[in-house]
């Protein structure tokens, strides 16, 4: 399971439990309505920001990968030249 998919379970587990909170407390409806509201945005908000790290972690390893592809593209490519000179060079 990935790390992502264990702290959205997490985070969904932390909503749902907070909600079910503020729903029993015993306190006014217009209150409850508030908490539960202003918890909805601390939530999305927390959401939103580990779905943007979780972004950017994706994008620094690809391109970490394009960097790697290019190195041993290039090197596998002065191989080639270099195997092509010793061809015409033994041919010669």
Do not use: H, Y
């Given at each position: 399971?990935s790390s992502?998919?264990?702290?959205?379970g997490?985070?969904?587990?932390v909503?749902?439990?907070?909600?079910?909170g503020?729903?029993?407390?015993?306190?006014?409806?217009?209150n409850?309505?508030?908490?539960?509201?202003?918890?909805?945005?601390?939530?999305t908000?927390?959401?939103r920001?580990?779905f943007?790290?979780?972004l950017?972690s994706?994008?620094?390893?690809?391109?970490?990968a394009k960097?790697?592809?290019?190195d041993?593209s290039?090197k596998?490519r002065?191989k080639?030249d270099?195997?092509?000179?010793e061809?015409?060079?033994?041919?010669?």
């Amino acid at each position: 399971m990935s790390s992502g998919k264990i702290l959205l379970g997490v985070l969904a587990g932390v909503a749902v439990g907070a909600a079910l909170g503020v729903l029993f407390a015993p306190d006014k409806g217009w209150n409850t309505r508030k908490r539960i509201s202003k918890k909805a945005e601390d939530i999305t908000d927390d959401l939103r920001e580990k779905f943007d790290e979780f972004l950017d972690s994706i994008s620094v390893k690809v391109d970490e990968a394009k960097e790697d592809f290019a190195d041993i593209s290039e090197k596998n490519r002065a191989k080639t030249d270099e195997t092509k000179k010793e061809a015409k060079t033994a041919t010669a």
